[in-house]
């Protein structure tokens, strides 16, 4: 049997790519095939060159706009075979036409228990609010901001008068055991949207 073949899409540090590399690359299940950036000099292409995985730049300026970009992305996605599309601190809106070309092949993480927080900053929009829990939802990706079907979420306190670095240390350390762990389900072809319902994810046991 064959690996399941994963791209990564990362802006950052790159902390749950490396997760990623960790806990499922080489090791026969899964192979991570591509990191990809818009950033040049994001640390995530460092990571994945270490672990020997071919990455790719995409900087929005030599693109006549997002869809043009979204393109030559999805091309490159296409010419590494991947089986899925893994976004990881990928901070660019995809456009329409690519999540309609890997429709349920696209998958994010969101540092909240969505649909609460949705967009930027869930962490500060959830101490704002003075929520007692928050938590960490891998998705897959629709064309709304974080609406996609819901494939794991995991539940994280928020002790009153948290400060904002310990939450934050607190969610990533949830996010970088839960993303793995979806990714897993997900390649063992144990993740299926309800065609009865698409915006229902089944987990076979």
């Given at each position: 049997?064959?690996?399941?073949?994963?791209?990564v899409?990362?802006?950052?540090?790159?902390?749950?790519l490396?997760a990623?590399l960790?806990?499922?690359?080489?090791r026969?299940l899964?192979?991570?095939?591509?990191v990809?950036?818009?950033?040049?000099?994001?640390?995530?292409?460092?990571?994945g060159?270490?672990?020997?995985?071919?990455?790719?730049?995409?900087p929005?300026?030599?693109?006549?706009?997002?869809?043009a970009?979204?393109e030559?992305?999805?091309?490159?996605?296409?010419?590494?075979q991947?089986?899925?599309?893994?976004?990881?601190?990928?901070?660019?809106?995809l456009s329409?036409?690519?999540?309609?070309?890997?429709?349920?092949?696209v998958?994010?993480?969101?540092?909240a228990?969505?649909?609460?927080?949705?967009?930027?900053?869930?962490?500060?929009?959830?101490?704002?609010?003075?929520?007692?829990?928050t938590?960490?939802?891998?998705h897959f990706?629709?064309?709304?901001?974080?609406?996609?079907?819901?494939?794991a979420?995991?539940?994280?306190?928020v002790p009153?008068?948290?400060?904002?670095?310990?939450?934050?240390?607190?969610?990533h350390?949830?996010?970088h055991?839960?993303?793995?762990?979806?990714?897993?389900?997900?390649?063992e072809?144990?993740?299926?949207?309800?065609?009865?319902?698409?915006r229902?994810?089944?987990?076979?046991?």
């Amino acid at each position: 049997m064959s690996a399941f073949r994963i791209v990564v899409l990362a802006s950052g540090s790159g902390t749950n790519l490396q997760a990623i590399l960790d806990e499922l690359h080489g090791r026969g299940l899964v192979e991570v095939v591509g990191v990809g950036s818009d950033k040049p000099a994001a640390g995530a292409l460092e990571r994945g060159g270490r672990a020997g995985v071919e990455t790719a730049v995409f900087p929005a300026g030599d693109y006549a706009d997002r869809a043009a970009r979204d393109e030559a992305v999805g091309d490159w996605i296409e010419s590494r075979q991947a089986d899925l599309v893994v976004l990881a601190g990928y901070m660019q809106l995809l456009s329409p036409g690519f999540v309609a070309r890997f429709r349920n092949r696209v998958v994010n993480i969101h540092p909240a228990l969505l649909p609460s927080f949705p967009g930027l900053d869930a962490i500060g929009q959830a101490i704002a609010a003075e929520v007692e829990t928050t938590g960490v939802t891998v998705h897959f990706v629709d064309e709304g901001i974080d609406t996609g079907p819901v494939i794991a979420r995991r539940e994280v306190p928020v002790p009153a008068g948290v400060a904002r670095e310990e939450l934050e240390a607190a969610v990533h350390a949830v996010e970088h055991e839960l993303y793995p762990e979806a990714i897993r389900m997900i390649a063992e072809g144990r993740v299926r949207i309800d065609p009865s319902d698409p915006r229902t994810v089944a987990i076979d046991d």
